[in-house]
């Protein structure tokens, strides 16, 4: 008994399923099906549902983005600011601290040293973005020469200037290296104020800088008023080793750059204090 029934079961269900597909089949065949048919409900009802699903993932990526936007959004929003891109005439520095005739505009090493910088000189503004280059601009960071030059048209170049830029502008990284031309240009903007370069270091090959730190020294006497804050001297003479993170395969070409944490930091904001006092 069991067995007759299993059959007439597994019978019904071949039936359903060749019915199935004989309908899919002359649905498929109709090119144009009317509206209010069962192949135009069936066509409306994908549509609907292609649309809602479409809907939905617009939905999800625009979650996705602002949970992205979200998850960074310390570090872009402080970022977007830094670039000078949207600037405001607020500074956020109470009268009578000591660095407010200061501003700082560089890359990244000037970015992840900047809590530690602003408390060792307080009063400084900071201009920082990762990436940044002297001559290289992108939409949402322009390069230091547009951020000095914006930065200065809004009144807000303080009367001493740290350039602490060139780190990017190497060759290992197939940026342009840093030219005479670059810091004529800087001292356009700058005027009679105080400028002071930074020099660059690599942990695996120093001599990767070579060329860009002569230019940097060799503007430094050439303009009044321009100093170095010689950031590759004071890594040499500790273990570099200690100062410098050891990048490794996170690095791109010859950019093994960045302080360590806590003795490069510690060693960066020593120089730039020393540097300006």
């Given at each position: 008994?069991?067995?007759?029934?299993?059959?007439?079961?597994?019978?019904?269900?071949?039936?359903?399923?060749?019915?199935?597909?004989?309908?899919?089949?002359?649905?498929?065949?109709?090119?144009?099906?009317?509206?209010?048919?069962?192949?135009?409900?069936?066509?409306?009802?994908?549509?609907?549902?292609?649309?809602?699903?479409?809907?939905?993932?617009?939905?999800?990526?625009?979650?996705?983005?602002?949970?992205?936007?979200?998850?960074?959004?310390?570090?872009?929003?402080?970022?977007?600011?830094?670039?000078?891109?949207?600037?405001?005439?607020?500074?956020g520095v109470e009268k009578?601290?000591?660095?407010?005739?200061?501003?700082?505009?560089?890359?990244?090493?000037?970015?992840?040293?900047?809590?530690?910088?602003?408390?060792?000189?307080?009063?400084?503004?900071?201009?920082?973005?990762?990436?940044?280059?002297?001559?290289?601009?992108?939409?949402?960071?322009?390069?230091?020469?547009?951020?000095?030059?914006?930065?200065?048209?809004?009144?807000?170049?303080?009367?001493?200037?740290?350039?602490?830029?060139?780190?990017?502008?190497?060759?290992?990284?197939?940026?342009?290296?840093?030219?005479?031309?670059?810091?004529?240009?800087?001292?356009?903007?700058?005027?009679?104020?105080?400028?002071?370069?930074?020099?660059?270091?690599?942990?695996?090959?120093?001599?990767?800088?070579?060329?860009?730190?002569?230019?940097?020294?060799?503007?430094?006497?050439?303009?009044?008023?321009?100093?170095?804050?010689?950031?590759?001297?004071a890594v040499a003479a500790?273990?570099?080793?200690?100062?410098?993170?050891?990048?490794?395969?996170?690095?791109?070409?010859?950019?093994?750059?960045?302080?360590?944490?806590?003795?490069?930091?510690?060693?960066?904001?020593?120089?730039?204090?020393?540097?300006?006092?």
């Amino acid at each position: 008994m069991k067995k007759s029934v299993l059959a007439v079961i597994a019978i019904l269900e071949a039936v359903t399923i060749v019915i199935g597909l004989i309908y899919i089949s002359v649905l498929s065949k109709q090119k144009t099906p009317m509206p209010g048919t069962t192949a135009g409900v069936v066509q409306e009802t994908a549509e609907d549902i292609r649309a809602q699903l479409e809907a939905v993932a617009g939905e999800t990526e625009a979650k996705a983005v602002a949970i992205g936007t979200e998850k960074d959004t310390e570090l872009n929003d402080q970022d977007v600011q830094n670039t000078g891109v949207r600037l405001d005439n607020k500074t956020g520095v109470e009268k009578g601290t000591s660095y407010e005739d200061l501003t700082i505009i560089g890359d990244s090493i000037s970015r992840m040293t900047k809590e530690q910088v602003e408390e060792a000189l307080p009063g400084v503004e900071i201009h920082s973005m990762y990436g940044k280059t002297v001559d290289y601009s992108i939409e949402t960071n322009p390069c230091g020469l547009e951020l000095a030059k914006l930065l200065e048209l809004e009144g807000r170049l303080r009367d001493r200037v740290i350039f602490a830029l060139g780190t990017n502008n190497v060759a290992a990284l197939s940026m342009n290296t840093l030219t005479p031309e670059m810091f004529a240009k800087l001292h356009e903007i700058t005027g009679d104020r105080e400028v002071y370069l930074v020099t660059a270091y690599d942990l695996y090959d120093p001599a990767v800088y070579d060329e860009n730190n002569r230019v940097i020294r060799e503007a430094a006497e050439k303009y009044d008023g321009w100093h170095v804050i010689d950031w590759a001297k004071a890594v040499a003479a500790e273990d570099p080793k200690k100062i410098i993170e050891d990048e490794g395969e996170a690095a791109t070409g010859n950019c093994q750059v960045h302080p360590t944490d806590p003795a490069g930091i510690a060693l960066w904001v020593k120089t730039i204090s020393e540097g300006v006092k």
